[in-house]
């Protein structure tokens, strides 16, 4: 919360790198040396995940290299055959250096398509985190790291409330590992990603899949009670 209500610190500025005391966006000049793009891909049957190549663009040239590597969903296909379907994700990045840094940093599609190398980009770094790109007139934002902390903060937190209200209404708390209890490890995890989104924000589908997912949870709780 003291990152989205930071300012951005003045440009030149030594301050923003976590060692001072002034709460502030820092702002480093940086520039694109290469792109890539690849697809993930998971196995639907019972083989498990397999993981597409990557394809690197830079300096005239082009290499692959199999394996897998980070980035953002930016699309996916499914495709069937055998004894189930894969379904693969692509994602596109871009390598940026400033001062004495660099990172590969994920970018819409859009972005890859227009992007050089060369080109000049400029990073915002908060505490020293990369949380925001610009380049080519395009933006792109990054939650820092105190972000995704939340969510596993907030389902312990309603394990917990939910352990102490099993014991103080039924009294029994060797009731607790009765098997319709261990649906509580989802509603868990439905109210930390509602409560963070709650916080930071988040996409309508997403707001309606992880109300789903709770509502579920709960609801299999109820039923596993009352059928047992």
Known sequence: MAYRDAPVCEVGSGKGDG??????????AGTVLDRRTGEHCTSNGTSGGTSGGVTTIGGGGMASAGGSTGGTVTGGVTAGGGGGGTTCTTYYEVEVE??????????????YDEVRTGDLAEVRLWRGEVVG????????????????????????????????????????????????????????????WLGTMALFGGHPVVWGFAILWTGFAVFWIVSAWRTG
């Open 133 to 192: 790109l610009g380049v080519r007139g395009h933006t792109h934002s990054y939650a820092p790291s105190s972000q995704s902390g939340v969510l596993p903060w907030l389902a312990l937190g309603c394990l917990i409330l939910a352990a102490g209200a099993w014991g103080v209404v039924s009294g029994r708390l060797s009731d607790l590992l009765a098997f319709p209890n261990f649906g509580w490890l989802f509603v868990a995890v439905g109210v930390g």
């Open 19 to 28: 060692g001072d005391g002034e709460a502030c966006v820092r702002r480093e």
């Open 98 to 111: 400033w001062h004495d840094r660099t990172a590969w940093l994920a970018v819409g599609s859009e972005t």
